[in-house]
């Protein structure tokens, strides 16, 4: 039986390990998917040697930057954007072990998000800067959308405070990308501190998050006229995505 899995920590809300086990149910597929919860990075070189039937992996927070030191190769949006989230290994025999990252967030986003953008998309402002967000920026990018990082802290000139996002800043913007965890459940009552009331019905809002269904950020978007979506699209292409780069 090949045994597939998702590396993180902590691993209590995991939609992989139902996905990928009911796909495996509905098409007879000889596999099984395990959550491998390591507290540590260092942990990691010994869920792959202990399995040896696993042939991929899922990797999330904290571990999409912290894990590439750990493989043999990445292929070229991994590498750009310095983020993995699926890992192929390959073994080729006598024991040996190769391990390729991907990352097929940015698969998934730029599938979910390209259908609903119009010409006057052009900037977009991501919200943080952990590994979704470089995922998302790149994603753009390969739609032909300038990308701004916001942050709660000023690190340097490519990167606005929420503070800063002027009127001038929030017109320009057409595009508002939250990749923070803020207003996730159960703290469904937050949402990222930016200046609503300046939201028009030109702009587009994405939130990874896909739980709840509708976030504040999202409401506080419709409120104003603004177009929205959530994740869990994002979420389910990134999974088809992952399947197909384990088998091809």
């Keep these: 039986m090949q045994k597939y899995g998702l590396i993180g920590y902590p691993l209590k809300h995991s939609f992989s390990i139902t996905y990928f086990n009911e796909k495996f149910k509905a098409e007879n597929i000889d596999a099984e998917y395990v959550n491998f919860e390591i507290p540590e990075i260092n942990d990691f070189m010994e869920v792959v040697e202990e399995n040896p039937n696993l042939c991929g992996l899922n990797v999330t927070i904290p571990y999409k930057q912290q894990v590439i030191p750990f493989l043999d ?83 340097s000139d490519e990167v606005l405070t929420y503070e800063m996002l002027t009127p001038e800043v929030m017109q320009e913007y057409k595009v508002i990308v939250n990749c923070t965890p803020v207003g996730m459940f159960p703290k469904v009552d937050f949402c990222p501190h930016i200046p609503y009331e300046l939201l028009t019905p030109g702009h587009l809002l994405y939130d990874l998050l896909y739980n709840p269904n509708e976030t504040l950020f999202m409401k506080k978007g419709m409120a104003q006229g603004a177009k929205v979506k959530n994740g869990l699209e994002m979420l389910l292409l990134q999974a088809f995505a992952a399947w197909e780069i384990w088998n091809r």
């Design 73 to 155: 190769e990445l292929d070229k949006d991994a590498a750009k954007i310095g983020a993995v989230n699926v890992i192929k290994i390959v073994r080729p025999g006598k024991g040996k072990v190769k391990l390729v990252g991907y990352n097929s967030d940015v698969i998934g986003f730029t599938q979910s998000i390209e259908p609903l953008l119009e010409p006057r998309h052009k900037k977009a402002l991501i919200l943080g800067t952990g590994g979704a967000s470089k995922a998302v920026f790149h994603g753009l990018e390969n739609l032909g959308i300038e990308g701004k990082f916001v942050s709660r802290v000023h690190r």
